[in-house]
Every structure is written in structure tokens, then in C-alpha cells.
Nanobody, 123 residues
Framework: QVQLVESGGGLVQAGGSLRLSCAAS????????MGWFRQAPGKEREFVAA????????DYTDSVKGRFTISRDNAKNTVYLQMNSLEPEDTAVYYC????????????????WGQGTQVTVSS
């Protein structure tokens, strides 16, 4: 089992920044690809970003490229999502998740999920 706890969400004005953190406990953190997903009211959960086991490879959905940066610190068992130039369309609950297999985008590839943190961007 891997337990994931997100933090860092909040209310921010458009154009502002937030940094989300996800602390992991349980099994060896570096054994997992880590991803961030988000879900807005009335919408399906969507992929945001993912990072490989050692951090050497990343993947982003097109709408956040150039604005969001995913990173990880395996010594601290933590993955981060730096979000800059936030837009109202980024408003959602953000989840981190752990994938034991590959750098993927499908939610069902991810075995463990956090409880989510709310991000609200006002216009």
C-alpha cells in the first residue's frame, strides 16, 4: 500500500501561482511513476502531468505545458506540481497518484490515489 496526502491548494487570482505537494508513505516511493490529475465539477477526471521514477522524464497535457512543472524528491518521498499563470479553467480538485508500471496518462493505470486538494482560480 502507498498512502498519498496532497497539500498546497487554495484560492488564487488568475495569473497567480500555487505549488502542490504530495507526500507518500508506505512502499518505496521511487518504485512508482507519479502523476497529477484534476477533476472539475461535472467533468471527468483528467490527466495533468506525470514524472518517471527517477525524475528524468515528464509528460504534460497540452493545456498546462509551459505553465505547470512536475518534480519529485525521492529522498523526501514527495512529488510537487508548480502551477504558474493560473487560469479560471484550472479550477478543480487536484489528485496525486502512483503508477507502478509506466509513464502513463490513463487513470486506471494508477494504483494509489490521494484524497485531493481544491484549487480555485478567480477571474
Amino acid at each position: 500500500q502507498v498512502q498519498l496526502v496532497e497539500s498546497g491548494g487554495g484560492l488564487v487570482q488568475a495569473g497567480g501561482s500555487l505549488r502542490l505537494s504530495c507526500a507518500a508513505s508506505g512502499r518505496t516511493f521511487s518504485n512508482y511513476v507519479m502523476g497529477w490529475f484534476r477533476q472539475a465539477p461535472g467533468k471527468e477526471r483528467e490527466f495533468v502531468a506525470a514524472i518517471s521514477w527517477g525524475g528524468g522524464s515528464t509528460d504534460y497535457t497540452d493545456s498546462v505545458k509551459g505553465r505547470f512543472t512536475i518534480s519529485r524528491d525521492n529522498a523526501k518521498n514527495t512529488v510537487y506540481l508548480q502551477m504558474n499563470s493560473l487560469e479560471p479553467e484550472d479550477t478543480a480538485v487536484y489528485y496525486c497518484a502512483a503508477n507502478p508500471r509506466r509513464l502513463g496518462r490513463a487513470p486506471d493505470e494508477y494504483a494509489y490515489w490521494g484524497q485531493g486538494t481544491q484549487v480555485t482560480v478567480s477571474s
